[in-house]
């Protein structure tokens, strides 16, 4: 088993039966034939970027990824002689662009966090492949339920298993899942620099699949109910979600993911005040930088996930003082939507 000739469990920093079993559901999830396990969802991007680059290498990615993901492309490849481009995640003529220069690696987001831009997944998908490029997506937001990347020609897919998977925000946990090629050095990768996901969390969150579908319909469902009673309040300016008829990408949304997701993104005149008042009106959601939980959760971007980024970088991305994003629990919509309601309505 040490010199890789029979399967077999001999150190879990690498391999147990209750990640393996993980993986395995992970796989049949997202009709993908191999996958690893981290701790985290952004032990998932670093291991990835870290396995696959190497100094001269060229990564092209959308310039909405997550905060954290883009201090790496930013701040630490760029340490090891890897150079990156960032791409607005609408600018069809600069992907082209980027892509046909043949870098190493494309890295993309759909929906975006937290814009919830999209990028059209077979358009990039034969970009990619007809350049001969690693092609990577992060499906956090959509989760196996919602969309499958490989079906567009993806390589890898990454998840913070921490936010939809789990479910409860109880454990953190990351998958990447592809082809055998790519996704065995990033095991080699893991294997040596151990940023293994335990046991015990990987219960945890194989557990948690068996009610992934469920409680994404539920999710999805709140979330369109929310944000078409949110598009009918003169106090919110402007509310972003992929299913409403007024998203740009309304009929890309409908073509390759099987619902809208459980995020919606609302914003608010551009004054942080503003934004915080109406936060501590409500009284249902948590207020926390996480998400997917079964609970409604509340967060301000500009101050939370994206307060690393300079300004411009998050105007440039959809992110403003008076942006926030929602995620949308299990609660009764009911409960949800009064909760909202009053928080708007409440005296200033």
Known sequence: MFAGEGEGDIYSRFTNPNTTELIE???????????????????????????????????????SLFGNSLYIIEQILPKWGIRYTLVDIHDHDHWEKAIAKKPKMVLIETPSNPGLDLIDLEWMGELCMR???????????????????????????????????DGQGRVLGGLVQGTKTYVQPIFDFLRRTGACLSPFNAWILSKSLETLEVRMERHC??????????????????VV?????????????????????????IHFTNVKQVAFEFINRLRLPSLTANLGDSRTIITHPATTTHSKLSEEQRSQIGIHDGTIRISVGLEHIDDIIADFGQALSSPR
């Open 25 to 63: 559901r992970m796989n049949a999830l997202e009709r993908t034939e191999a996958g690893v396990a981290t701790a985290s969802g952004m032990a998932a991007v670093f291991s990835t970027l870290a396995t696959h680059l190497d100094a001269g290498d060229h990564l092209v990615a959308c310039s």
């Open 221 to 238: 469902s709140n979330a369109l109910q929310l944000a078409s009673f949110l598009e009918s309040q003169s106090e919110v300016r402007k």
């Open 131 to 165: 350049s001969g490029v690693m092609f990577c997506v992060d499906n956090c937001f959509a989760t196996p339920i919602l969309q499958k990347p490989i079906d567009y020609g993806a390589d890898l897919i990454i998840h913070s298993a921490t936010k939809w998977i």
């Open 241 to 265: 979600y992929p299913f409403l008829e007024s998203h740009p990408q309304h009929d890309l949304a409908h073509r390759q993911m099987t619902m809208g997701g459980g995020i919606i993104t």
